[in-house]
């Protein structure tokens, strides 16, 4: 039976999704000899989740930052769904591409960390491939 407090909480995320939400396409990608390639045992899908992306110059200077300066824009981004977008079995794994459809150019990023720590969405890492 589930409590009132996670079907309050269940309600509000599929609001938020709503409102703030953005369609998403899973690649599922998995490790093969040659290096990464689409995994045909798992189906990619798209769903509505909530898409963070920051983008901030990257200091590649190394550990003198007096001898070379080399500043490398780069991107990152924030994942975060609700369980019920998921289909039952669906496992994320790292190195699956998510790709922002709605978004400009429709930029791809790389699971690179699930946070292990949240309970009422998934929520990963992304870095812009």
């Not at 703030?20 to 000899?33: L, N, S, T, W």
């Not at 990152?76 to 978004?103: A, K, Y």
Request: charge should be negative.
């Amino acid at each position: 039976m589930v409590s009132p407090f996670s079907a309050a909480r269940s309600r509000l995320n599929e609001v938020v999704d709503r409102h703030a939400g953005q369609q998403v396409e899973i690649r599922p990608k998995k490790r093969g000899d040659y290096g990464v390639m689409p995994d045909p045992d798992r189906a990619g899908f798209t769903f509505t989740a909530l898409l963070t992306i920051t983008t901030e110059l990257e200091d590649l200077s190394g550990e003198k930052g007096k001898d070379w300066r080399t500043s490398l824009p780069s991107q990152r981004g924030t994942l975060s769904v609700r369980p019920e977008e998921v289909p039952t079995g669906f496992e994320f794994e790292q190195g699956d591409i998510v790709v922002g459809l709605d978004l400009p150019g429709q930029p791809a990023f790389e699971i690179c960390v699930r946070d292990p720590y949240r309970f009422d969405r998934l929520r990963f890492d992304l870095n812009r491939i």
